[in-house]
């Protein structure tokens, strides 16, 4: 695995045109904890394209706003809805109307054969595909989609925007709480919507912590 800085090239030769000759597309995976600015940086990557004129698609999945990308700053925009059935090659080909580039938030959510779907539309349409997501699971472990991800994206790389665990260290696992006790087993996705799942949280951990389980009101003063 490749760790580059977080500057993106857009490969392209003139706005709004694609020549298959001229231009490489690119699948780009970046990653980071919950909180590192995955979405954020999304959302400013769809904007700076599409306002030099270019044609794509911002898409998500399990966004606690439903068809949109929001990030936590509170900005948010229309997004392409994934689920599991979503054949990615024909959001790429967009009805006849090849898109230029695909970003895509929530990745690791995706399928593997999305994944490869992704890698498909970079070689064929020569589009640009920017890929966010999570690394691990609450249980520590790659989601299928990201580790598929690592597998075949051209680029990957860790976000710059470190988070921090409650005990002031780096924070490198999503730990999933439950009536705010700290779980390793249940389902994959769910989502910390108290609409949907009152008693579910997430919260930032350095490994430490995250293996130990403890959190900050465990601790007892003597």
């Known amino acids: 695995m490749t760790i580059h800085s977080p500057q993106i090239p857009i490969q392209q030769t003139l706005p709004g045109t694609r020549s298959n000759l001229a231009v ?5 995976f970046s990653f980071g904890t919950m909180g590192s600015g995955k979405s954020t940086l999304a959302l400013q990557i769809h904007h700076n394209l599409t306002h030099g004129g270019l044609n794509g698609a911002l898409c998500s999945m399990l966004d606690r706003r439903g068809a949109r ?19 990615l090659r024909e959001v790429a080909h967009n009805n006849g109307n ?19 779907q992704l890698a ?28 598929r991800l690592l597998e075949l994206a051209d680029v990957t790389e860790a976000i710059q925007c470190e988070a921090r665990c409650w005990c002031g260290n780096r924070a490198t696992h999503n730990a999933r709480l439950v009536d705010g006790v700290q ?21 930032l951990r350095c490994r430490e912590h995250w293996m130990s389980g403890q959190g900050r009101t465990d601790i007892t003063l003597d």
């Not at 990308?69 to 054949?87: F, K």
């Not at 090849?98 to 490869?116: G, K, M, N, R, S």
């Not at 020569?126 to 890929?131: T, Y």
């Not at 769910?190 to 008693?199: C, F, G, K, Q, T």
């Open 69 to 87: 990308v929001s990030s936590r700053l509170g900005v948010s925009a229309e997004a392409v809805v994934i689920d599991p059935t979503v054949d």
């Open 24 to 28: 490489m597309g690119i699948l780009r």
């Open 120 to 147: 498909e539309v970079v070689d064929t349409l020569r589009l640009d595909v920017f890929a966010f997501g999570l690394l691990t699971d609450f249980r520590g472990r790659l989601f299928p989609g990201t580790a």
């Open 183 to 203: 779980v390793y087993e249940g389902e994959l996705m769910v989502v910390d919507n108290p609409a949907e799942a009152p008693d579910v949280s997430y919260e």
């Open 98 to 116: 090849p898109f230029d580039y695909l970003v895509c938030d929530e990745a690791q959510f995706y399928t593997p054969e999305q994944i490869e």
